[in-house]
Structure formats: C-alpha cells, structure tokens
C-alpha cells in the first residue's frame, strides 16, 4: 500500500518540473560548462557573494586568469550563482550549516 503511494508522489513530483528548476538546471549546465575547467566546483561553491562580487570575481579572474567573455552566459551564471551563493543562501539549505564550516 504505501509503495503505491509512495511511486504516485515520486511520479507526481518528477512531471511538476517548474520554469524555475528549468532555469536553476540551465545555471548549473552553464557553470559546468565555463566554471570549472581551470579549478573546482568547490572554489566557486564555497564563496557566498552579491551580485557585484560575483561580477568582480569573473572581471578578475578575465583580467589575470585568462578567463574568457562569458556573452550571453554571463547574465543566467550570475542568476545562478546568486540564486544559489549569494550572501544568504544558506537559508535555502536543508539545514543550517554547522557553524564550524560556515564561510561568509
Ligand atoms: C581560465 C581559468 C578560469 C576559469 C575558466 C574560471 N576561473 Fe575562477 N579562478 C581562476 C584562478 C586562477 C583562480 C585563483 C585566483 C587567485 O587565487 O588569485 C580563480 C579563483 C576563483 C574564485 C576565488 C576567488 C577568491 O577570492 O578566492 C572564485 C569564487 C572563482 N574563481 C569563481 C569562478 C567562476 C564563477 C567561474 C565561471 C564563471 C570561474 N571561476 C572560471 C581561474 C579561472
């Protein structure tokens, strides 16, 4: 009984995708795609910035790194990178991050 029920939830939840995890899923495809190749996902993931401090990231990292014109992409990065780093994020978490491994 509770199997049945439990395959309509998961059933029900995986065709309600909304045009905001279409958009979340898109930052994430775009950060793989400019973000990582010279370090990790961990470097960008464990910073928590505004907006301007993402764009003067991405402006130093242009200036010294060699990183490439993001174009077009650089609006949804920082879309996605706010959304999901910005100052508080955390409040979008699971939980609260053990106060011993909060970066700010
Ligand atoms: C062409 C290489 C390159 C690419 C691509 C790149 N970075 Fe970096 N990034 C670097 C280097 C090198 C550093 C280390 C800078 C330093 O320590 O001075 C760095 C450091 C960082 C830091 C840490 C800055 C700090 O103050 O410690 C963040 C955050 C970051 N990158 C985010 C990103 C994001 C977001 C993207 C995608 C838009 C990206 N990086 C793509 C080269 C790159």
Redesign the pocket.
């Known amino acids: 009984m509770w199997s049945r029920r439990l395959f309509y939830l998961l059933a029900f939840a995986s065709l309600s995708t909304t045009a905001d995890e279409l958009r979340q899923s898109k930052g994430m495809e775009l950060?793989k795609a400019?973000?990582v190749?010279?370090?990790s996902l961990q470097?960008?993931s464990q910073?928590r910035m505004n907006r301007n401090g993402?764009l003067e990231?991405?402006r130093?990292?242009q200036r010294?790194?060699?990183?490439?014109a993001?174009g077009p992409h650089e609006e949804p990065?920082l879309d996605y990178?706010v959304s999901n780093y910005g100052p508080d994020a955390e409040s979008q978490r699971r939980r609260a991050n053990l106060p011993y491994i909060v970066h700010d």
């Open positions: 950060i400019h973000c190749a010279c370090h470097l960008v910073h993402w990231s991405i130093y990292m010294y790194h060699n990183l490439w993001l990065i990178l």
